[in-house]
């Protein structure tokens, strides 16, 4: 089984950064990618981004050069680098270990509120 762990959510004010985290534990040697995705109130589970181990990446158009994400070395662990936040961006923050096999494994989700 593989467990997912976010962190790094929090209030901040419109124009500001924040850096989310995500880990991978357990069994992860079938994991070949990490993404992120969050939900508003009322609304859907949408994209962020995503990226393999080997670097590859994905971004839901309309946060290209806002958002940036990375993998840690370990290839079990990836950030989300967030600027220029605005009131649009708050929702929960979730993270999602891809796997082999079709598999997939999210985490609890992390609050990202932007208020002034």
Known sequence: QVQV???GGGLV???GSLRLSCEA???T?????MGWYRQAPGKQRELV????????????????GRFTIAIASAKTA???QMNSLNFEDTAVYYCYAMAQYNRGYWGQGTQ?????
């Open 78 to 80: 990836a950030y989300l």
């Open 13 to 15: 004010q419109p124009g």
């Open 29 to 33: 040697s079938n994991i070949y990618g």
């Open 49 to 64: 981004a995503t990226i393999t181990r080997a670097g590859v990446t994905t971004y839901q158009d309309s946060l290209k």
């Open 25 to 27: 534990s357990g069994s």
């Open 112 to 116: 990202v509120t932007v208020s002034s």
């Open 5 to 7: 762990v976010e962190s």
